[in-house]
């Protein structure tokens, strides 16, 4: 072939310095793209080989080589694929956005089945440019009489292309990187970018620094291959020690055995893993081989809790790895890494269009060759496709879950503290996903029992018909008197017939959602515990910061139920059968007092007898208005005034109680509004902490206090 000079066609809607400059986001990605056209070419031949058209040296060893050398400010990409010709250059390199990989698929396509090839658009190639002022090209094709092609370019429009001095079937690609980009000629800089990129790439991948002294190892002999350079024989004589025997004579006892070694020349590592473990079958992988493949990847020495192994092959390629990782929810942010793969290929982390949001917080790998994506691989086209893919990912992950939970609640359990926030973060950000998991959600009780949300409510069921059956049973002995009572209650019944459908009015509007008591923390909110704890009452601990929004959700898709906090009021079962006008003057002489005392009109007093006489005052504040006053911190408005909102704070007397008995019959003692003032801030210690101001009042009060009681002046 004689000397050729031209101009590059450019067939793109660019013009050539812009790709060069603006193709990629990321400039170390030109190593991703010159490995992964060195991988193309070498699957290509070896296609080649297996459909007949040619056929591979037997000592044939496919791999793609990087020479760095520092010195002289270059770095070599050579491969041992099938090579191009002048004509293929021509197409290929000189016409750019023609994609050699694309037509080599239609070319071959009816031959063999369709052997993923990485290349799609043609302009990997040209990344060279982003970090390189000259390039140049030595390529010898596989085909027979081939001439080797040598092409050079400065990264302008123009090139030259000859007859080249290559020797051998493959490609060498010379970068002659700029002042700005050394760095990726030093060896360690080099490992690094190849370790992100193409860690699992299918085809072996070795990095060398270009002139460097041999290296040597020294190996049993007979661990020596045919393809090892042995350079010496090393004997290492066999070693002897005197011992004595049992009789008290001596001898000479072999305590290691002759030794026979090779020194040879260091043989070469690949940097990548070509069979990397979501390639296997899940039956073919071992506990140990996940975690170690973990630790790998993820660089995270904490063993994952479980992972799931996907492995689709229709009507999509997909196979991957996600892992549950253990998160210390006080330190740690809650942030996983998704790794995206194209045919072993690393594109991108965490691409939201494949990965649901939610399944961000995991960590784990994907490897779909079906991904639809944009000129630079590193982000996807809009496609429905890719929609189907984060659907099949989101039911593998409820699958999952929902069957452990099934079959091994006991691991399920133990594990579900740390995966809880992942579980209910999907649960709000995926209503399939919710659909799923709403009766395999966890909540642990009091007792430190982890119950499901049917097994909550068929434990307060049961609990409900025992307290029915006991009323009954009570009433029993009344109802089997005198059968005139019968007519009584007959006539009763008949004259206040009005008065029931007064009575069948107010049962409608009642709200009638079966409540799950919840408590947020344990220590905070102790006395109500307790309380509960008394009368045979259970709820369950919420005590993470989702929890507020997560039983939003809840309730609106289980229309039948309501989440009450066990502070938002005081059940019936806490409380002593009593009327409110029997409760009536105590409610309105405590409610002037205790206003008075705390200088505050507004506060909402009621005075009930609980069946706890040493409770003396709890504050109760509402469901909603608890609710909005969690809205209004998460939004930053926690200083507001929640009763703006809505919210319905209540001071809860304990008309058994013989302090508030004290308090109601010597209102007008000096010591009341002392005592007034304690209560409240007892009542409020028990719900919330109090404010800084309020607390210093609240000790200063103390200590008054016990001085009174010591009569201390």
């Not at 008065?499 to 009642?510: G, I, L, Q, V």
Request: net charge negative.
């Amino acid at each position: 072939m004689s000397s050729k000079h031209g101009n590059l066609s450019i067939n793109s809607d660019n013009i050539f310095p812009i790709i060069k400059k603006w193709l990629y986001s990321d400039h170390d990605i030109f190593y991703r793209e010159l490995i992964s056209n060195g991988c193309d070419a070498i699957t290509k031949l070896k296609k080649l080989d297996l459909i007949g058209e040619y056929e591979l040296p037997a000592d044939y060893e496919p791999k793609v080589q990087i020479l760095v050398n520092p010195e002289e400010k270059t770095l070599k990409f050579i491969d041992n694929g099938l090579g191009m010709t002048a004509e293929e250059v021509e197409e290929y390199i000189n016409q750019i956005a023609f994609s050699g990989a694309t037509d080599f698929l239609e070319k071959y396509k009816d031959k063999a089945s369709e052997e993923q090839i990485i290349g799609h658009f043609g302009l990997g190639f040209y990344s060279a440019f982003m970090v390189a002022d000259e390039v140049h090209i030595d390529s010898l094709s596989y085909q027979k009489d081939a001439v080797p092609v040598h092409w050079e370019c400065d990264g302008g429009t123009e090139f030259d292309m000859k007859d080249g001095s290559k020797d051998t079937v493959g490609t060498e690609i010379t970068l002659f990187l700029n002042e700005d980009c050394l760095e990726f000629a030093n060896e360690y800089r080099a490992r690094e970018v190849i370790e992100k990129y193409c860690s699992f790439m299918p085809i072996p991948i070795f990095l060398n620094k270009e002139n460097a002294e041999t290296e040597y190892e020294t190996i049993p002999a007979e661990e020596v291959t045919e393809k090892d350079t042995v350079v010496e024989t090393i004997i290492e004589e066999a070693k002897f020690e005197e011992q004595e025997k049992e009789d008290g004579t001596k001898e000479q006892v072999e305590v290691s055995p002759r030794k026979e070694k090779a020194k040879i020349v260091k043989r070469p590592v690949a940097l990548n893993d070509t069979h990397p473990l979501w390639s296997k079958h899940p039956n073919d992988c071992t506990d140990e081989e996940y975690k170690t493949f973990y630790r790998k990847v993820f660089q995270d020495y904490k063993e994952p809790l479980f992972w799931i192994h996907l492995n689709m092959d229709y009507p999509f390629n997909l196979k991957g790895i996600l892992y549950f990782p253990k998160i210390n929810t006080e330190y740690d942010s809650i942030e996983g890494i998704i790794k995206l793969y194209n045919n072993q290929v690393f594109i991108a982390d965490n691409i939201k269009e494949v990965i649901p949001e939610f399944l961000m917080l995991l960590k784990g790998v994907i490897d779909c060759p079906d991904l639809p994506l944009n000129v630079s691989r590193s982000a996807l086209q809009n496609d429905g496709f890719v929609q189907k893919i984060s659907d099949y990912i989101t039911k593998k992950v409820a699958d999952k879950l929902t069957g452990m939970c099934k079959t091994d609640k006991e691991a399920y359990e133990k594990y579900w503290d740390d995966i809880s926030p992942f579980i209910k973060f999907g649960c709000l950000k995926d209503e399939k996903f919710c659909d799923k998991m709403n009766d395999y959600i966890l909540f642990k009780n009091l007792d430190d029992k982890y119950l499901t949300l049917p097994e909550c409510l068929k434990t307060e069921e049961e609990k409900t018909a025992g307290d029915t059956a006991d009323a009954s049973d009570a009433s029993t002995p009344d109802s089997s008197n005198a059968s005139g009572t019968d007519d009584t209650s007959a006539a009763d019944s008949s004259d206040a017939s009005g008065t029931d459908d007064d009575s069948e009015d107010m049962r409608e509007e009642k709200d009638t959602r079966r409540p799950v008591y919840y408590v947020t923390d344990v220590q905070q909110q102790g006395q109500y515990i307790n309380m509960f704890k008394e009368q045979g009452m259970d709820a369950v601990i919420l005590d993470h910061n989702i929890d507020t929004s997560f039983i939003t959700q809840l309730e609106r898709r289980n229309e039948k139920i309501k989440f009450v906090r066990i502070d938002a009021d005081l059940t019936e079962s806490l409380k002593e059968e009593v009327s409110e006008e029997e409760l009536k003057e105590a409610t309105d002489s405590l409610t002037e007092t205790f206003r008075k005392a705390l200088n505050n009109e507004n506060l909402k007093v009621t005075v009930e007898k609980l069946k706890n006489a040493d409770i003396s005052s709890v504050i109760t504040l509402s469901e909603e208005g608890r609710r909005m006053q969690d809205m209004m911190k998460m939004y930053g408005m926690a200083g507001m005034d929640p009763s703006m909102f809505g919210g319905d704070q209540t001071l809860i007397l304990n008309a058994n109680n013989i302090l508030v008995q004290y308090i109601l019959e010597h209102k007008d003692s000096e010591h009341v509004p002392v005592f007034c003032e304690q209560l409240y801030d007892l009542a409020m210690l028990s719900n919330h902490p109090l404010p800084t101001d309020a607390m210093s009042k609240f000790v200063a009060r103390s200590n008054k206090i016990m001085m009174l009681l010591a009569d201390i002046k």
